[in-house]
């Protein structure tokens, strides 16, 4: 368990806390390219990160990030004019270039320079890996972008999907680094029932081995597959919100979460797929439709506030559409999307966990590790000024999870290196993915 202290520390994410100051060293995506307005098109709202924020893209086709009240008087800069490359707002008329620099004032006579002493709180913001990123931190010049291998494939060989959790960043993100809930939570009742119906493996209680890294948390669970052979799941943890799932069996299409906290209850899950080798529309239905195109199913219509998009129709506010037949006959939950799975349980502990309160055991090792190193970078940045080591060594981020069958007191990572390693030259050889 945690302190209470530890706890405020890990979940609180606002301006001048010291994991919000840890996520503002960090490039961070707030949306995809393709949902961003045109040039002079609509404003749009977006939360990040506790602040209410204005992003337009200008007549030139530069984005814009800016904070959302006017700071004349406080007036929402969702309803101002996009126009003649900035953002006026229309209470009245400043307006407001990308940087934040207001370049014109029409309520203050023609000799007054206060156009020129007057800015609003802007945030670097590029297109990059199919998403809109931005910059919050104190760098006058941002850091490199993360040379993430799914940003830098074709864009035909990734494919994305957001969708809300209505909880704190940490217990969304602490389901993807827990290996032993996925043969309950995620599982099929009947090994010989389809695999529609979920995963299954006999052997439920993984043993753990975790690796510090220099960008995160590494781990490997453990199962038993038979007297000579072991099953070896890998994943990957990089700071401060970035994490990798095992690849696909039948394809070798890896998959990732990107954990961005909106605020202190509210996540946007970004759920990545990617193959190194080949364009999406070659890999499996399960790679391309079950992970990628539906992960939580169907989606509420959204509206313009900025906490309305990409939220699923099935929500606790009607169980997650639980099906007790399918839950006695099927599968474990009774709960259709594995990602709906997870957000089951991750939202019925509250908006933010109480860490106080809990048990963890052997099986919880990676999220024991996890919560360290988040801590400890965060207090390093607030009392020692210590930067966290990927912002300024992007090439950290290069790496991939994994899965394998090996035979038993077979070094997991030495056996799986080459592939972990997306700078490596190899491929994934038939060993190196297991048949589930």
């Known amino acids: 368990m945690l302190s209470a202290t530890d706890n405020e520390t890990l979940t609180r994410v606002g301006p001048g806390t010291p994991m919000g100051n840890v996520m503002r060293e960090h490039w961070l995506p707030t949306m995809a390219a393709s949902e961003a307005p045109g040039p002079d098109g609509d404003p749009m709202r977006v939360r990040l990160l506790g602040e209410d924020l204005i992003l337009f893209r200008d007549t030139a086709g530069r984005l814009g990030l800016l904070a959302n009240s006017c700071p004349h008087r406080g007036a929402s800069l969702f309803y101002g004019r996009n126009e003649e490359s900035g953002l006026r707002c229309v209470y009245h008329g400043w307006k407001f270039d990308v940087t934040g ?15 020129a002493k007057a800015r609003q709180r802007a945030y670097p913001c590029v297109e990059y890996g199919s998403m809109v990123w931005a910059y919050m931190g104190p760098r006058k010049t941002p850091p490199e972008l993360p040379q993430f291998e799914w940003a830098m494939v074709p864009e035909t060989h990734r494919a994305m999907r957001p969708f809300l959790r209505e909880c704190n960043y940490m217990q969304a993100l602490e389901g993807d680094i827990d290996s032993s809930h996925l043969y309950h939570l995620h599982s099929r009742l009947n090994p010989d029932d389809p695999p529609s119906y979920g995963v299954y493996h006999a052997d439920k209680h993984p043993r753990l081995e975790v690796m510090k890294t220099d960008y995160g948390v590494v781990y490997g669970a453990n199962r038993e597959e038979d007297e000579h052979t072991s099953y070896w799941r890998v994943t990957q943890f990089m700071l401060p919100i970035f994490t990798y799932f095992p690849p696909t069996a039948a394809d070798g299409t890896v998959h990732g979460h990107i954990w961005v906290p909106l605020d202190d209850t509210h996540t946007m899950v970004w759920i990545l797929s990617w193959n190194p080798l080949m364009p999406m529309e070659d890999t499996s239905e399960f790679s391309r439709v079950v992970i990628a195109e539906r992960p939580v199913g169907e989606y509420l219509a ?39 799975q997870d957000q089951a349980m991750v939202e019925s502990m509250g908006r933010i966990y109480d860490r106080t309160q809990e048990h963890l055991g052997t099986s919880d090792g990676m999220i024991i590790q996890v919560r360290r190193k988040l801590i400890e970078t965060a207090r390093l940045l607030a009392e020692d000024g210590v930067i966290p080591p990927c912002v300024d ?44």
């Not at 370049?103 to 006579?109: A, R």
């Not at 839950?327 to 594995?338: D, K, L, S």
């Not at 394998?404 to 038939?430: I, Q, R």
């Open 302 to 340: 959204p509206t313009t506030q900025a906490l309305s998009r990409w939220k699923a129709r099935a929500n606790a506010s009607n169980d997650y559409e639980i099906d007790r037949k399918k839950q006695r006959t099927q599968n474990y939950t009774g709960i259709g999307a594995v990602q709906l």
């Open 101 to 115: 620099q207001c370049v014109d004032m029409p309520s203050e006579p023609l000799e007054s320079n206060f156009k």
């Open 393 to 436: 060594n992007p090439a950290l981020y290069h790496v991939r999870s994994g899965a394998a069958t090996m035979p038993k007191g077979t070094p997991w990572y030495e056996h799986m290196k080459a592939w972990l390693n997306a700078w490596s030259t190899e491929v994934m050889s038939t060993d190196l993915v297991h048949p589930r």
